[in-house]
């Protein structure tokens, strides 16, 4: 089974101008480091938009995602 992890990264912003979203993926074998590294990518705070799609499509993003990663993060 395949998992993909889809983000957008945010840059910096720059003086008067609209910074620019990258959307990246990323394949894992398990759900094991496709989690791991989806938690990874939101402790960063710069990635947004993080979500987890196993092979048939099934998405996890936003709360339920969070639920997923043992509860929210941060605050």
Do not use: K
Request: glycine share 10%; aromatic share 6%.
């Amino acid at each position: 089974m395949t998992y993909r992890i889809v983000y957008t990264q945010v840059p910096a912003p720059r003086a008067a101008v609209e910074p620019r979203r990258t959307v990246s993926t990323e394949e894992f074998a398990t759900e094991h480091q496709a989690l791991g590294r989806a938690r990874e990518l939101l402790e960063t705070g710069v990635h947004q938009g993080v979500a987890v799609r196993d092979h048939s499509g099934n998405e996890l993003c936003g709360v339920r995602l969070q639920w997923r990663l043992g509860g929210f993060t941060g605050e």
